[in-house]
């Protein structure tokens, strides 16, 4: 049985995320966390995968994880690769603190269940507590390749997240169980992660702690929708793609997904996401944090811009091709074509030539409509 599928956590769950709903409703966040921009695009595992790598690859961006090993004491130890929603939060807080302090050097808490407590993890049972050890010795053993950018300006990040990693103490006499005080990034990481660092409502991600697939939802829409200049659909055979890697057909995926995308809502009220046929209409949103609630975490008003992701550069059609497109197709909207467009082109490379791949594009799109 996975994480996300724990029946009878179910009146709890969902009485955590409406809690966190209605507090995000009333006020500001006070805390906030962080996550890669690229793992808002192409999500980690979900599920433990077969073998030692993990390959996953949607539009412009790519993530390879390579299981590792880490050394005991006596010899290396293979490690599998992290899976699950628990290496995502323990990789945002660590991602949020480094962010905050501008250091890749992360001091955690003496106590691994403290540790778990502000994660939002259950810390009741050793079974559960077993399994945080395993996913953080996993994150801790991966190597990353993080790969982003067009065929024009492709970018290779090739590093551990996690460059020195002490595994916990042996309980012995009585004594607890400890974490090594600091886990140091890699600087490689470090550095890709203060250019493209996505931050997030610590609440909501507390609420949604439950489920890898809700993270990855809230994740995704609070990197995608306030980047939206105008509404844009998105299919289901797009999403599954994307985040459906587990799944052979897509109606399986979609299955599973619309819950979780629904919990994301709740704890992301500002998003404006509609179900229509085939798939979703994403429309401009306030992100999920503010700037303003960025520089309050911080303390610092100049450091709000280096916080938050850059949105993507803007393509925009020539008069020309305006003009002629609505020669072409004088009843229908060329901007409502045009949002389609870039929808579509979020799971293809850049066209070399924007305007000529639209029209091409409108060509099929308009099928149906005159």
């Given at each position: 049985m996975s994480e996300d599928d724990d029946d009878k956590k179910l009146p709890a769950i969902q009485n955590r995320i409406i809690g966190a709903a209605v507090e995000i409703e009333q006020d500001d966040p006070l805390g906030i966390v962080y996550q890669h921009s690229l793992f808002c695009q192409v999500a980690l595992p979900r599920s433990r995968p077969e073998g030692r790598v993990f390959e996953r690859a949607y539009g412009n961006g790519l993530v390879r994880l390579e299981a590792g090993v880490l050394y005991n004491g006596y010899k290396m130890v293979e490690q599998p690769l992290p899976a699950g929603p628990k290496p995502r939060l323990a990789l945002c807080h660590l991602n949020s603190e480094a962010v905050k302090t501008r250091c890749p050097s992360v001091e955690v808490d003496r106590s691994a269940r403290k540790f778990m407590e502000r994660l939002g993890l259950n810390t009741d049972g050793g079974s559960t507590y077993n399994l945080f050890k395993r996913e953080m010795k996993a994150l801790a053993a991966c190597r990353m390749t993080l790969g982003f950018g067009g065929k024009e300006h492709p970018v290779t990040v090739d590093a551990?997240?996690?460059?020195?990693?002490?595994?916990?103490?042996?309980?012995?006499?009585g004594q607890p169980t400890l974490w090594p005080g600091v886990i140091e990034l890699s600087r490689e990481y470090f550095d890709s992660l203060l250019e493209h660092a996505v931050p997030l409502d610590t609440r909501a991600v507390s609420a949604l702690a439950h489920s890898a697939m809700a993270l990855d939802a809230y994740s995704f829409l609070a990197r995608?929708?306030?980047?939206?200049?105008?509404?844009?659909?998105?299919?289901?055979?797009q999403f599954h793609a994307q985040f459906g890697h587990e799944f052979k057909d897509w109606r399986n995926f979609k299955q599973r997904f619309i819950p979780a995308l629904r919990a994301a809502l709740v704890v992301y009220p500002s998003a404006k996401v509609e179900e229509v046929t085939g798939g979703l209409l994403l429309k401009p949103s306030l992100p999920p944090v503010h700037r303003e609630s960025v520089a309050v975490s911080h303390g610092l008003a100049g450091q709000v811009r280096a916080s938050l992701p850059s949105p993507p550069p803007v393509k925009h059609l020539a008069p020309a091709t305006v003009e002629q497109f609505r020669k072409l197709y004088?009843?229908?909207?060329?901007?409502?074509?045009?949002?389609?467009?870039?929808?579509?082109?979020?799971a293809k490379e850049q066209p070399r030539n924007y305007d000529k791949a639209f029209l091409g594009f409108a060509k099929k799109w308009v099928k149906g409509k005159v």
């Open positions: 551990k997240p996690i460059r020195r990693f002490e595994a916990w103490l042996s309980y012995e006499g995608r929708l306030f980047t939206l200049e105008k509404p844009v659909r998105v299919t289901w055979h004088p009843r229908i909207d060329p901007h409502a074509c045009k949002g389609d467009f870039d929808g579509w082109l979020e």
